[in-house]
């Protein structure tokens, strides 16, 4: 099976996908062109933020054409919700495929939109917080919104809060995990790429109806005979 992904971020999502594909799908191993995709491959490519070019994503399309004598089993777009909110994000998406979609037609492919950002997912990991918060910034954090108790994609912005949901949550996240001793940041992103880590948010996804971005992507990995 060959997986291809084309995702928004420039930094963290090219990491924490590569780490995470072997985890969801045991024996798929990363190639770092599209040329080298055999069997059980996966080819990951950033569109370099939001909003994503629309002749990178052509381009990309495109090779899949050129390139036809090496199948693709699916094909993901992901990326972030933000400030669009999911459906706005998803259909500004599909706009952008619109002009190539005759090319795309031989390929099975599903737009994955992080609610509010890939961040929000890291949050859905109960274990990362401790039980008696040590630093205030971050009891500030809980006492806005805990993301123990409640949704992580659905943490609102506190009133006069200048920055965007991503930046938000990702500040949110980075203040959880120093308190708990850990690191966090776009350029590394450290214990988010591990095993157990992905394990404390599947079953989270799995068990409540929290992180309901995180399950449509889950369950898209399932339908292509991943272990999640």
């Not at 500030?140 to 409640?150: F, G, K, P, R, T």
């Not at 949901?165 to 308190?179: E, F, W």
Request: glycine share 6%.
């Amino acid at each position: 099976m060959n997986l291809y992904f084309i995702v928004e971020g420039r930094r963290t999502e090219k990491r924490v996908y590569k780490s995470w594909i072997p985890i969801i799908f045991p024996g798929l191993e990363p190639v770092n062109k599209f040329s080298d995709l055999g069997g059980n491959h996966f080819y990951i490519i950033s569109s370099e933020g939001y909003p994503p070019c629309e002749q990178f994503i052509a381009d990309a399309v495109k090779e899949l054409e050129l390139n036809s004598q090496i199948t693709i089993d699916h094909l993901f777009f992901c990326f972030d919700a933000d400030e669009e909110g999911t459906d706005v994000r998803r259909e500004s998406i599909e706009k952008i495929l619109a002009p190539v979609q005759q090319l795309l037609t031989p390929v099975h492919y599903s737009i994955i939109v992080q609610n509010r950002c890939i961040e929000s997912w890291f949050l859905g990991n109960q274990k990362i917080f401790t039980q008696s918060p040590a630093a205030s910034d971050f009891l500030a954090c809980l006492e806005h919104y805990s993301v123990l108790d409640n949704d992580p994609e659905l943490l609102e912005k506190p009133d006069g809060y200048q920055g965007t949901y991503a930046n938000c949550h990702s500040i949110y996240l980075i203040k959880a995990m120093k308190n708990s001793g850990l690191r966090y940041s776009k350029t590394n992103p450290g214990a988010v790429q591990q095993d157990h880590f992905l394990q404390e948010i599947i079953k989270r996804a799995r068990a409540t109806d929290h992180l309901q971005s995180m399950k449509f992507f889950l369950d898209v990995c399932c339908r292509l005979g991943a272990k999640c």
